[in-house]
Nanobody, 123 residues
């Protein structure tokens, strides 16, 4: 499995970004997928997750109503649409493939991780 995250960048508060993650080596269509983020000096935290059928999604309370996770199993990708971005959303964002088919919020439920993409939101 090789996960390649892209779409990060600089944006002003209130703006939008769309992150994408491609699994270029192996299909992950039978696994849940998720996005995590890590801000400087903080622990990595769960942002959003989706099950293998893209039926069930979960979000951190801090991003509910602003972020949307989606996946395209035919293209082996998972995306994170981020709207109304806030300064506190600034972090490195990581995509990951879960051990099983369901949504997972704990890092230890994920097996493969991408390299991360930086999102910086300015005030």
């Amino acid at each position: 499995v090789q996960l390649q995250a892209s779409g990060g960048g600089f944006v002003q508060a209130g703006g939008s970004l769309r992150l994408s993650c491609l699994n270029s080596k192996r299909t992950s269509s039978n696994n849940g997928m998720g996005w995590f983020r890590q801000a400087p000096g903080k622990e990595r935290e769960f942002v959003a997750g989706v099950d293998w059928k893209a039926i069930t999604t979960e979000y951190a309370d801090s991003v509910k109503g602003r972020f949307t996770i989606s996946r395209d199993n035919a293209k082996n990708t998972v995306s994170l649409e981020m709207n109304d971005l806030k300064v506190e959303d600034t972090a490195v964002y990581y995509c990951a493939v879960a051990l099983g088919p369901t949504v997972a919020k704990s890092m230890n439920r994920y097996r493969y991780w991408g390299q991360g993409t930086q999102v910086t939101v300015s005030s």
